[in-house]
């Protein structure tokens, strides 16, 4: 099976560069940005299997990338990633596509989990 | 106690509301700081395991991690402090508390929505302290509620700064908002309920604008009469 590709996008930058590194321990491609406008950027430059995808972030919302991300790029899936309590936020993302959501913090392995999934679920259609 | 201490001891419509979304706000940033520290010490925990497999372990990486984890923790404990403070403006209906120190929280309070809003949010306080005697929950309500009409309103760019002065007498709050979207940046019906906020707590509210956006000035007497 050919090397996942995955973007990270979340405003808290600490955050998506330890996470990519430990994606990238585990044998997964990772990229990380820190707010909507780069990931539309990244997405259309590079060929990523799943975006992991924070909700809320300054600039253009989370919500706007995932409906760009499904208009422009409907290969790639996304994961949304959600604090406690945004559940209409959460089924919103559903809605306009998101295959998933994860809340913070997130599991390394439930992280992957979610990622293989989502993939093989885009490798399906 | 006066019916008006009794008054402002009451929550009133709305006062619920900021409650909510001051302390939603601050735990989804204390969320983060934790979230950063699972990733840092699981970074840590990968580390150590790959070592334990004959990689060799790299001291100089293994003490950034441990730095970056001070440093949320240090963030972590700001923002406690801050929702501590804010939790416990609610405790006494009046009180005496310096105005320095309230416009201090409310910033760091409003900074994250601001951000969030592209908009950026200034504070220029005095070096001498400002003491008065009011409802610093209601007050800090009255500020939050200017400023989240001027996140709602100004364009992405936008400069909002906030800053007081005073004299034995009376205390003044003003909002500066510089902002592409001069019309209707502060519309009528979001005047009035700042208008009436600010007279409940014996205060007045003056709206201005010029080229540049619009001025809102808080007005308040360092004594409240109950």
Known sequence: ?125 | MSDLSKELQNPGDGDLAFFGKITASLSHEINNVLSIINELSGLMGDLLEASSRGKALDPEKLALQVEKIAAQILRGERLIKRLNSFSHSVDRPIKTFSLNELLNDIFFLSERFATLKGISLRLSIPDDTLSIENNPFKLQKAVFAILETLFASASTGAIVKLSCSGTAESSEIAVVCESETVTEIFPASSQKEVSDLVEYLGGKTAFSTDDKGCIIKLEISNEIAV
């Open chain 1, 1 to 125: 099976m050919a090397q996942l590709r995955v973007l990270l996008v979340d405003d808290e930058e600490e955050l998506v560069l330890t996470l990519a590194e430990r994606l990238t321990i585990r044998g997964i491609e990772a990229d990380a940005v820190t707010d909507g406008g780069k990931a539309l950027d990244f997405i259309g430059r590079g060929k990523y299997d799943v975006v992991v995808l924070d909700l809320k972030m300054p600039g253009i919302s989370g919500l706007a990338v995932l409906k760009t991300i499904k208009r422009d790029h409907p290969e790639v899936a996304v994961l949304m990633v959600t604090g406690h309590g945004s559940v209409e936020e959460n089924k919103e993302g559903l809605k306009a596509g998101a295959f998933d959501y994860l809340i913070k913090p997130v599991s390394i392995q439930n992280l992957i989990t979610k990622i293989q999934d989502a993939a093989a679920s885009k490798r399906r259609k």
